[in-house]
């Protein structure tokens, strides 16, 4: 019966112009549509389909601003069971170093956790680190970028996909897993699971809930600094002509005056 | 000078070519010293590349465990290294595994972790650039406390060669605590055959939808192999059975900055171009005169990319002779 964190994070739609704030380089928020990380609804699925081979129950956490809420009911309208949400002003610009801190007090919050599935890289972070740093503060195994996972008892096996190719990987329960984007299909949510999501319980945490000095968070505090931000200036459109059965070797000529060949 | 340890990436007995691009960036912070974590014997094949780029010390941690363990063991190596020697910084290539281990390093430790930097700078304090969003944007950032724990990305910076003393030194490997480590059980390396790896090629031809089938990527390989390139696909042509995953390029996927990037087929959705809009030189095949690759493309024919680029192909391996 593994009780299962899924943590789920919201994000810029990538289809909407994505901008760094004038004011303190950190995510202008509301210059995008706000969606749940497509990476995460894999990971729900995981947990989901986990869920229904063993039982067990599946906790959403998320660490971020208040209409976060919106991807919290997404995951709950899929199936997961109870939420958690850490919002908290100070955690405004908050590193990766930090949010993993936040994350890991709050998992600490939910009982007997067997299992701390993540995507493996958020679409605006891009950090791909989380899930590894997590697994540091635990103290628990890590099987991250997976794109299988079978659990049987206490132990669980996956398959890692990286740039290397494959990895077999093998650990004890508890386990952080990170899911890479192969895993598999995320189900819609039905009229049902949306209306049932709307009576689940979310609970809603600040830091000093967690026990988390606000002094060592957000942007004031944190590890890194952005000193300096451009938007590099896009890029133009060059030559573009019509193939008239000469196409190809007229990209070679261009590739010769480019030196590229 | 302040010592400066780099985890060396090498597969099969050979360097990864970031491993001389992250030699390259620790020399401009210091003197950079090569952290090898491997089976036993890995280090001796390694040395001498390591020297050819300026490695003043070979740190050699070897054992079976090193080998069989993810990250843990590299991430236990250099918080070790980082203790003994109090370097100046510590880079690791911002490969899938790199972020992990220095993720993980920098919490250990306390240090400030600075992900996938294109370029650092020593002077007045360690300063590193990144580019994010896909390339939308150019950032600048500083360590605020503790040691800078840097990510490079490969072919973010240009790797010189300079001679280094190499000077090999063992270092032990702490014991794994396997309760808390992930244990490789077993291991399949892509087979890419000569083909160059996609993050490190200085040319990728890359192929989409339009592509059609996984028969007819073969299209995209000839084109690739007469100019010694990578091969991509879109996420598309991945979804769709037509090339393996692992060469997906884009958001998602691999990003990749090479001198020259072809895409067939693709329509360059901003997800796709989010992997591939910094290449140098952007060539696009597509027979939809509106696909949103053209506002990218330095060089753009709308045409059959089955007419076009088998013409191409010949016409490289021509002036090849
Ligand atoms: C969260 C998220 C992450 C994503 N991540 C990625 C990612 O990492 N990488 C990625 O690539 N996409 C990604 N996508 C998907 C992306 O939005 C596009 O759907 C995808 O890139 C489209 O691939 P494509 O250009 O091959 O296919 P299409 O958009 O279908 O384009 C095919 C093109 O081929 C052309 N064509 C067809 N036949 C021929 C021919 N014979 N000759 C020449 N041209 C021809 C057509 O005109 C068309 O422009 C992501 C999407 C989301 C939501
Ligand atoms: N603020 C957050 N709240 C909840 N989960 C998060 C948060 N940040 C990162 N994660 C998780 O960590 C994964 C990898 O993120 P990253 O390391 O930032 O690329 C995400 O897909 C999420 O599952």
Same mark, same amino acid.
């Given at each position: 019966m593994p009780n299962i964190v899924v943590l789920v994070k919201q994000v810029p739609d990538t289809y909407s112009e994505r901008k760094l704030s004038d004011? &303190?380089?950190?995510? &202008?928020?509301? %210059?995008a549509d706000a969606v749940l990380d497509e990476i995460n609804e894999r990971a729900i699925e995981e947990a989901l389909q986990i869920k229904e081979a063993h039982d067990g129950e599946v906790t959403v956490l998320s660490v971020g601003p208040d209409r976060a809420t919106d991807a919290i009911r997404k995951a709950l309208s899929m199936g997961a069971d109870k939420a958690v949400h850490v919002v908290d002003?100070?955690?405004?610009? %908050?590193d990766i170093l930090q949010t993993a801190k936040v994350l890991a007090a709050a998992i600490g919050t939910?009982?007997?956790?067997d299992l701390v599935i993540a995507g493996n890289? $958020? $679409? &605006? #972070? %891009?950090?791909?680190?989380v899930p590894a740093i997590l697994a540091e503060l635990l103290g628990y195994p890590q099987l991250t970028h997976v794109r299988e996972v079978t659990v049987d008892g206490s132990t669980v096996k996956v398959t890692r996909e990286t740039e290397e190719g494959l990895t077999h990987l093998e650990a004890s329960l508890p386990a952080v897993i990170s899911v890479g984007e192969k895993i598999n299909e995320p189900r819609y949510p039905s009229f049902k699971g949306i209306m049932a999501a709307k009576k689940k319980p979310v609970e809603t945490l600040d830091v000093s809930d967690l026990g988390v000095?606000? #002094? &060592?968070?957000g942007l004031a505090n944190a590890w890194s600094t952005v000193v300096e931000a451009a938007p590099k200036p896009p890029r133009e459109a060059g030559q573009r002509v019509e193939d008239d059965g000469d196409g190809g070797s007229r990209i070679a000529e261009y590739l010769v005056g480019q030196k590229l060949i | 000078m302040a010592e400066v340890l780099v985890l060396v990436d090498h597969v099969d007995g050979e360097v990864k070519k970031v491993t001389n691009e992250l030699l390259t960036a620790g020399r401009a912070l210091g003197e950079p010293s090569a952290v090898v974590v491997g089976a036993p014997g890995d280090a001796a094949k390694l040395r001498e590349s390591l020297a050819a780029y300026g490695a003043a010390k070979v740190y050699v941690a070897e054992s079976d465990d090193a080998a069989g363990y993810l990250v843990t063991p590299k991430v236990d190596v250099l918080a070790a290294l980082v203790a003994t020697t109090s370097p100046a910084a510590v880079l690791v290539a911002a490969s899938t595994e790199g972020k992990e281990v220095s993720g993980r390093l920098a919490a250990r430790i306390g240090g400030a972790l600075l992900v996938d930097a294109i370029d650092v700078d020593g002077g007045d304090g360690i300063t590193v650039t990144q580019s994010v969003f896909g390339g939308a944007f150019v950032v600048k950032a500083k360590a605020a406390k503790g040691l800078p724990v840097i990510s490079v990305r490969p072919g973010g910076l240009e790797a010189q060669a300079a001679q280094g003393a190499a000077t090999e030194e063992a270092v032990e490997v702490p014991a794994v605590d396997p309760a808390k480590s992930a244990k490789i059980t077993g291991r399949e390396p892509?087979?890419?055959?000569?083909r160059p790896e996609l993050t490190e090629a200085s040319v990728v031809v890359s192929g989409g939808r339009?592509? /059609?089938?996984a028969e007819s990527f073969e299209v995209v390989e000839k084109l690739a192999d007469v100019l010694g390139a990578a091969v991509g696909a879109s996420r598309a042509a991945v979804d769709s059975g037509y090339? !393996? @995953?692992?060469?997906q390029v884009g958001q998602t996927g691999k990003t990749v900055s090479p001198q020259l990037y072809i895409a067939l087929g693709?329509? /360059?959705?901003i997800q796709h171009r989010a992997g591939?809009?910094?290449? =140098?030189t952007i060539i696009a095949v597509n =027979?939809? @005169?509106? @696909? !949103?690759i053209f506002e990218i493309a330095d060089y753009g024919v709308v045409g059959d990319l089955f007419k076009v680029a088998p013409q191409l192909t010949e016409e490289v391996a021509k002036r090849k002779g």
């Open positions: 004011t &303190d380089h950190t995510l &202008d928020r509301d %210059s002003d100070a955690l405004h610009g %908050s939910v009982e007997d956790v890289e $958020s $679409s &605006d #972070g %891009s950090g791909g680190a000095d606000a #002094g &060592d968070v | 892509i087979v890419g055959g000569d339009g592509v /059609g089938s090339y !393996p @995953a692992q060469f693709i329509s /360059g959705a591939m809009q910094t290449s =140098k =027979k939809d @005169a509106e @696909a !949103p």
